[in-house]
């Protein structure tokens, strides 16, 4: 497009992006003896335990972060004391660590993630216990920014010519960033058959199926909640019993500026969670109630094709533009895969052989990912834990470790090994099924999900400068020229080397498109 103008400036407008300014990881070790507390009966056998990190406190200074929090621990023993008991004992221990992080300042918000890789729980006699933890913290600073992409021309005219063209890029722009979180308040009557519940020994509430979407200003969150709790029931013999059930949910949280066709990048995990007894309508404890607490981290990208500004020169006056490189990003893929894994798990001890499943439990850790020339290859471990009851009279209750290897790539065509992701993993099914008392068949699926984006450099111009024509470098080029096209070339570089507009070039050459070919000849007349 060719204008006239003696005074020209750029309209920009303003493409808002999200990047890592900076990150760091560091594995931590903790490992303390624990005393049993005096009002619980002394260990005969340990059962079960679980335990999370709870990050506390993150604070950024100069290249470094001090992260302050503690590792939350449950152990399920049993007792021979006073006859047959399963007991429950709960810990913390904490920790602080400073991490190194290049980059980091005291201003920055810093998200620190922890993921516990391994937790062990050992018997040094019966009132002490040895706890072994190692978990990886993950810290990251995001930031938002603006690139000013030259989008139009403004101009005052005159009887100078100017020659500019644009291109067009798609783009994944970031339109909602924020946390926000979901609560999820049931209550679950017992099956009539159970007995009321005097106490709960052990619970385990786990998500499965959890699934995100934007929908016009709200963010629609369903999937399932896993309840688990093994209980001593009410009456004199005490039974223990075990309830299990799976507890479906969904809803809506508000998120203004949501759009339905958005792209969503939200991360979840349980920030909160309480577990209850509660008395039902007749005043017997024989309901659970749950308050659940989902903490969401939230990302809404907008794809947008842009048309931008590429080039500008002059016929009657010098141009010079102004560069300043920058990336743009763009969504390469949103995928989601599923991978079978199956094992088989063996119980050594003889006096420990299977009588009975109760629970299982399943987490996945991931030990690499990468891009490969497929897509992006997942490989780690399934830690499985299995409780279950024992034909021994003398110890009923035993649990079952084993860790399932698996290597899963997720198919992401034209993917490059200088492309990002975000990549969620989770247990999405886990079933366990008795072989026979000694082996035990284990089959899980696993979920996991991606967003792809890939990295596009561009050279933007910032800034326009127009100034008087070089006339001794305008009078060196000829006047008329029988120009023969090379590979390289188009008609508007053509154009720009001569000082002659496109249209004029095809106007004299009677071209009806932009398209010429290697070895075309084109009759170049200066100040057509």
């Known amino acids: 497009m060719c204008m006239e103008v003696s005074k020209v400036e750029l309209i920009k407008k303003n493409i808002h992006m999200d990047r890592i300014k900076c990150k760091s990881t560091s594995q931590v070790t903790l490992e303390e003896d624990i005393n049993i507390p005096d009002s619980k009966p002394d260990v005969t056998t340990l059962i079960y335990e679980k335990g999370h990190v709870q990050i506390e406190e993150v604070k950024p200074t100069e290249d470094h972060v001090s992260i302050r929090g503690r590792l939350l621990f449950s152990v399920l023993y049993q007792s021979r004391e006073d006859g047959q008991k399963l007991v429950c004992v709960e810990g913390k221990i904490p920790f602080e660590e400073q991490l190194y992080m290049e980059g980091v300042r005291g201003t920055d918000s810093v998200t620190v993630k922890a993921v516990t890789e391994d937790l062990t729980v050992g018997m040094i006699n019966s009132r002490k216990l040895s706890v072994q933890a190692l978990f990886t913290l993950k810290a990251w600073v995001e930031e938002l920014y603006d690139e000013e992409a030259p989008v139009d021309l403004y101009f005052e005219e005159t009887g100078a010519p100017l020659e500019y063209r644009k291109s067009k890029l798609d783009l994944a722009q970031i339109a909602i960033q924020k946390n926000d979180i979901f609560r999820i308040r049931e209550e679950i009557p017992l099956p009539q058959n159970y007995p009321n519940i005097f106490q709960i020994i052990w619970d385990s509430v786990t998500l499965e ?118 990336e743009f990003k763009q969504l390469l893929m949103r995928i989601a895969g599923k991978s079978k894994v199956t094992d088989r798990m063996k ?22 990912q990468e891009i490969t020339a497929e897509g992006i290859l997942v490989e780690g471990t399934v830690s499985v834990q299995v409780m279950y009851i024992t034909g021994d009279d003398a110890s009923p209750y035993n649990c079952l470790k084993g860790v399932i290897p698996f290597s899963y790539t997720l198919e992401v065509p034209n993917i490059n090994p200088s492309d990002s992701f975000r990549l969620r993993s989770d247990v ?101």
């Open 347 to 368: 119980v050594k001890d003889a006096d420990a052989r299977v009588l009975q499943l109760l629970h299982s439990e399943g987490s996945v850790q991931v030990d690499n």
């Open 428 to 528: 999405g099914q886990l079933q366990v099924v008795m072989i026979d008392s000694e082996e035990m068949d284990v089959k899980a699926v696993l979920d996991f999900q991606a967003a792809v984006f890939r990295n596009v450099p561009r050279t933007l111009i910032s800034d326009i400068k127009v100034s008087e024509l070089d006339m001794d470098k305008v009078n060196e080029l000829p006047g008329m020229v029988v120009y023969v096209v090379r590979p390289e070339d188009n008609l508007w570089n053509i154009g720009k080397r001569y000082y002659v507009p496109v249209e004029k070039i095809k106007e004299v050459n009677e071209l009806s498109s932009d398209e010429i070919k290697a070895g075309d000849k084109l009759l170049i007349v200066k100040g057509s």
């Open 209 to 326: 199926e959890v699934e995100c979407k934007p929908l016009a200003e709200n963010i629609s969150v369903q999937g399932d909640v896993h309840i688990f709790i093994l209980y001593e029931g009410e009456g004199e013999e005490a039974p223990i019993r075990t309830f299990e059930t799976v507890l479906p949910f969904s809803g809506t949280i508000e998120c203004h500026g949501s759009k339905e066709n958005m792209i969503a990048d939200i991360g979840y995990e349980i920030g909160h969670c309480e577990l209850e007894v509660r008395p039902d309508f007749d005043g017997e404890e024989r309901m659970l109630g749950l308050e659940l607490v989902l903490d969401l981290a939230m990302k809404l990208y907008e794809e947008e094709t842009v048309e931008m500004i590429s080039d500008v020169y002059g016929v009657t006056k010098e141009v010079e533009c102004i560069d300043n490189a920058v």
